[in-house]
């Protein structure tokens, strides 16, 4: 398989650029300690707020070309102009189903004596975890016991019902309650873990559930 990469809906084999070169990092964990006189081990803020947070993603994909100064600065206008600046998704052919967001800056270079041109994409604001293409949806019509499998990323989701509707589930020890009308709703309470989460249903109607998924 040949190494590509999409920015958007773009593949950019097809716009006349090789994938020579990516940089796609694992982002780094915010951490924050606090040395105590007197203690031996320091105070770990990390997961202050139950979870560990992550700084932004960085990345670099370097994409190169070989033919004339002319043809080279036309590729680099195209590409300038849709991305350059702009916040964009990025796939890898290597993994169809994810996908990065951040804001692309762009470096161009041409060497005259090889007739080589070559684009660097670099991010510095990228989101930590990057997102599955597909938006994950489940259904339930009548009562029962819906089971909504997670990615890594904790994530609310879009709930919707066509009837009046209840809704339980656990996150611990704590067990949570809603009673709702025909509509969309959110809740923030309910944030899906990575694995199974598991929410009872009492009601006639279908009630519906869409999230995005997401991986470090």
């Known amino acids: 398989m040949r190494p590509d990469v999409k920015i958007n809906d ?7 650029w090789l994938r020579e070169e990516i940089d ?18 320091p105070i770990r803020f990390t997961e202050a707020l139950g979870r ?6 960085s990345f670099t994909i370097t994409l190169s070309m070989l033919g004339s100064r002319e043809k080279f600065n036309q590729r680099k206008d195209i590409l300038t102009n849709l991305c350059a600046g702009q916040l964009c998704q990025v796939i890898l052919s290597e993994e169809p189903d994810l996908y990065a967001v951040g804001t692309l800056e762009l470096e161009p270079a041409y060497d005259p004596l090889t007739g080589k041109g070559q684009m660097v994409l670099s ?3 990228g989101d930590a975890y990057r997102y599955h293409t597909e ?18 990323m904790p994530v609310v989701p879009t709930v919707i019902t066509t009837v009046e509707t209840a809704l ?14 025909a509509g969309t709703w959110t809740f923030p309470e ?8 598991s929410v009872s ?15 470090l």
Do not use: H
């Open 24 to 41: 796609f990092p694992t982002p780094q964990s915010q951490t924050n300690t606090v040395v105590v006189p007197g203690r031996n081990a």
């Open 168 to 181: 339980s589930w656990s996150i611990g020890e704590d067990v949570f309650k809603k009673s709702v009308s």
């Open 135 to 152: 938006e994950t949806e489940v259904s339930i019509t009548g009562g029962g016991t819906v089971i909504l499998n997670n990615d890594y």
């Open 123 to 125: 991010c510095s604001d």
């Open 10 to 16: 773009l593949w950019m084999y097809a716009m006349g």
């Open 190 to 197: 309910l944030e899906l873990q990575e694995g199974q989460n």
């Open 201 to 215: 249903i009492t009601g006639e109607g279908t009630t519906t559930f869409r999230y995005r998924e997401g991986r």
């Open 52 to 57: 560990v947070s992550y700084q932004p993603r």
